[in-house]
T-cell receptor, first 115, second 116 residues
Framework: NAGVMQNPRHLVRRRGQEARLRCSPV?????VYWYRQLPEEGLKFMVY????????ESGMPKERFSAEFPKEGPSILRIQQVVRGDSAAYFC?????????????FGNGTRLTVT | AQTVTQSQPEMSVQEAETVTLSCTYD???????LFWYKQPPSRQMILVIR??????QNATENRFSVNFQKAAKSFSLKISDSQLGDAAMYFC?????????????FGQGTRLTINP
């Protein structure tokens, strides 16, 4: 059984470019969460999505960041016009349902470096 | 909003000894889940142990156990017989039971070093 797959594992972008991070949840999971981890810090919640719906985007920066989880295909976290402060590890997690006692399964993260 | 605090940025322990990592949280909810995750240098987030707030009995998973004090909002992790492979960042996390609010809220982490 494949776990949560994130790609790419490493992504380098120059300032001003766009970054697209992909997350394929565990098969059958319909809930996806994105987190950002700055160096030597904990994971900060960004956005919670179900298929085709954004449930909670309270952690998303107001500008340049967007996320989607289409009916078919992976979830995408998109960062436009990247800046050096966007350099971080971005983690995706999935769960089979919204119940709080269903565990989150994490991917191995995408490390974004902005030069 | 819920918050999770880990007051120990770094801890170290001798191999085979016992170490306790601290975690406190703030919430007005009565039912929720608490977790400890381990993050080795590979960056993978590994679930170590979890505790349902309505259960009074402390969770145990082999060498890992928790001391859950609901009234004090404290959730510490005890690692017995520490092994070199336990070296990692450890994160405490809270999960609400409210619909639409089930995101995990993480603490800042504790870096655990195991001395051979």
């Amino acid at each position: 059984n494949a776990g949560v797959m994130q790609n790419p594992r490493h992504l380098v972008r120059r300032r001003g470019q766009e970054a697209r991070l992909r997350c394929s949840p565990v098969k059958g999971h319909s809930h996806v969460y994105w987190y950002r981890q700055l160096p030597e810090e904990g994971l900060k919640f960004m956005v919670y999505l179900q298929k085709e719906n954004i449930i909670d985007e309270s952690g998303m920066p107001k500008e340049r960041f967007s996320a989607e989880f289409p009916k078919e295909g992976p979830s995408i976290l998109r960062i436009q016009q990247v800046v050096r402060g966007d350099s971080a590890a971005y983690f995706c997690a999935s769960s089979p349902e919204s119940s709080y006692n269903s565990p989150l399964h994490f991917g191995n993260g995408t490390r974004l470096t902005v030069t | 909003a819920q918050t999770v605090t880990q007051s120990q940025p770094e801890m170290s322990v001798q191999e085979a000894e016992t170490v306790t990592l601290s975690c406190t949280y703030d919430t007005s909810e009565s039912d929720y889940y608490l977790f400890w995750y381990k993050q080795p240098p590979s960056r993978q987030m590994i679930l170590v142990i979890r505790q349902e707030a309505y259960k009074q009995q402390n969770a145990t998973e082999n060498r890992f156990s928790v001391n859950f004090q609901k009234a004090a909002k404290s959730f510490s992790l005890k690692i017995s017989d520490s092994q070199l492979g336990d070296a990692a960042m450890y994160f405490c996390a809270y999960r609400s039971q409210l619909q639409g609010a089930q995101k995990l809220v993480f603490g800042q982490g504790t870096r655990l070093t195991i001395n051979p």
